[in-house]
């Protein structure tokens, strides 16, 4: 099925999903922040960060999924990589609606269906997904320019010596992505 793509160990995936209907999950500051703070506790585990951008009704992710020595599955775990890494996405998005329904004394499902999710196969693909991620905010037309938008990692790269989430070769690959496509603008 389109966009769902099996988690591999070592693959870059680009991951988003949407907000049940016509919601927004993202109805202030906090939300945005404690989101951030789920998806460090249950995603870092098994994958590497390389950016993300939060919208009102949705989000995107570019991650690596971590090896299979480091996803430290446990020995009378009965199922693949695939469904391990998936569970700690089920956890995350359920620990995020359980607290948003909550708080706002809602019912139901907050998110659609599964996390969509794209197998990231070319180099280009990958630098493509992170400009496409970063400039989500301006497609959407919430901002005129990328860095406008607070809840993105574009700012991970530009201002912040500390790169919070992102993985730590994170800034080699933002580079690469933004001399090509200067080299594609000039042509």
Known sequence: MKYLAPFVPE?????????NGFENIFLENDNYNYFLRQFEK????????YAYCLMPNHFHFLIKIK????????EDYSYDSHKFVMQHWS????SYSKAFN????????????QVRRSFIDSEDYLYKALHYIHDNPVKHQFKSHAAEWFYSSIHNYRHAKDLG???????LIYQQATLLQSSLQTV
């Open 67 to 74: 090896s299979l020595a480091d996803l430290k599955i446990p």
């Open 11 to 19: 693959g870059y995936y680009h991951i988003f999903s949407h907000a």
């Open 102 to 113: 909550k708080k706002y004394k809602r019912r139901g499902a907050l998110f659609v269906n």
């Open 42 to 49: 249950y995603i870092s585990r098994v994958a590497d960060t």
């Open 91 to 94: 956890n995350m998005l359920n």
């Open 165 to 171: 989430i992102l993985a730590t070769d994170s800034k």
